[in-house]
T-cell receptor, first 114, second 115 residues
Framework: NAGVTQTPKFRVLKTGQSMTLLCAQDMNHEYMYWYRQDPGMGLRLIHYSVGEGTTAKGEVPDGYNVSRLKKQNFLLGLESAAPSQTSVYFC?????????????FGPGTRLLVL | AQSVTQLGSHVSVSEGALVLLRCNYSSSVPPYLFWYVQYPNQGLQLLLKYTSAATLVKGINGFEAEFKKSETSFHLTKPSAHMSDAAEYFCAVSVHTGGGNKLTFGTGTQLKVEL
C-alpha cells in the first residue's frame, strides 16, 4: 500500500513550456486535491475532484488544468509555465465527503520555472 | 468564510521543554480542525484532528490540542520536546461544501528544537 504517490519529484521548466504532474492513490479514495505550497503562505487549493470524471476549481486555479479519467489518478497540467508557478505541489486524497475526513498527502513535486 | 491564524512563524525550544504552537480560527459554522506536520522534503502527515467528540484531542508522537470555542483556539502542545519534533506544523480548518471537504491552512510554524 503506497498511499499517495507523485511523479516527478522535481522538475525544471523554461517559461512557456508545458508539463503534467501525476498523482496516484491506491486507497480507493473518491476525493482528490491539488495544492501548491509557497513560503509564508501555507497550502492553497488549486483544483479538486469529487469522483472519476469530475473536477472543480479551488482557490488558485488560473494557469492550471486537471483531469480525473481514472479514479486512482489525478493529473495537474501547466499549459504555458510562468515563473509565478514555481512552487511545491502536493496532491491529497480522502475517502469520504464530510469535513471531518482526513486528507492524505503525497510527498510533493518541486517545480522551478525559469 | 473560514480562516486560520498561526501566531509565530518560527518557534524555538530546548530539548525537554514544553512545546506550544498557537492556532486561532474563524468560522461561521462549527469547525473541524486539524494539525498536520511536515518534515523536511516530505508531504504533510496528520498529527490530530478535532471533530467535536472531545475538546482535548490526543495525537501521535505525544502531541495534543485543546479546542476552546470561547477563545476560537486550537493550540498544539507537547510536554517535552524531542529533537525529532523539528519540523513545520500547519493548522487547518475544514468546512463542508458542495464538493468534498475543503481545508484552509494557516501559514505554518517552523519548530526548532535545540540541545
Amino acid at each position: 500500500n503506497a498511499g499517495v504517490t507523485q511523479t516527478p519529484k522535481f522538475r525544471v521548466l523554461k517559461t512557456g513550456q508545458s508539463m503534467t504532474l501525476l498523482c496516484a492513490q491506491d486507497m480507493n479514495h473518491e476525493y482528490m486535491y491539488w495544492y501548491r505550497q509557497d513560503p509564508g503562505m501555507g497550502l492553497r487549493l488549486i483544483h479538486y475532484s469529487v469522483g472519476e470524471g469530475t473536477t472543480a476549481k479551488g482557490e488558485v486555479p488560473d494557469g492550471y488544468n486537471v483531469s480525473r479519467l481514472k479514479k486512482q489518478n489525478f493529473l495537474l497540467g501547466l499549459e504555458s509555465a510562468a515563473p509565478s508557478q514555481t512552487s511545491v505541489y502536493f496532491c491529497a486524497s480522502s475517502y469520504l465527503r464530510g469535513p471531518q475526513e482526513t486528507q492524505y498527502f503525497g510527498p510533493g513535486t518541486r517545480l522551478l520555472v525559469l | 468564510a473560514q480562516s486560520v491564524t498561526q501566531l509565530g512563524s518560527h518557534v524555538s525550544v530546548s530539548e525537554g521543554a514544553l512545546v506550544l504552537l498557537r492556532c486561532n480560527y474563524s468560522s461561521s459554522v462549527p469547525p473541524y480542525l486539524f494539525w498536520y506536520v511536515q518534515y523536511p522534503n516530505q508531504g504533510l502527515q496528520l498529527l490530530l484532528k478535532y471533530t467535536s467528540a472531545a475538546t482535548l484531542v490526543k495525537g501521535i508522537n505525544g502531541f495534543e490540542a485543546e479546542f476552546k470555542k470561547s477563545e476560537t483556539s486550537f493550540h498544539l502542545t507537547k510536554p517535552s520536546a524531542h529533537m525529532s519534533d523539528a519540523a513545520e506544523y500547519f493548522c487547518a480548518v475544514s468546512v463542508h461544501t458542495g464538493g468534498g471537504n475543503k481545508l484552509t491552512f494557516g501559514t505554518g510554524t517552523q519548530l526548532k528544537v535545540e540541545l
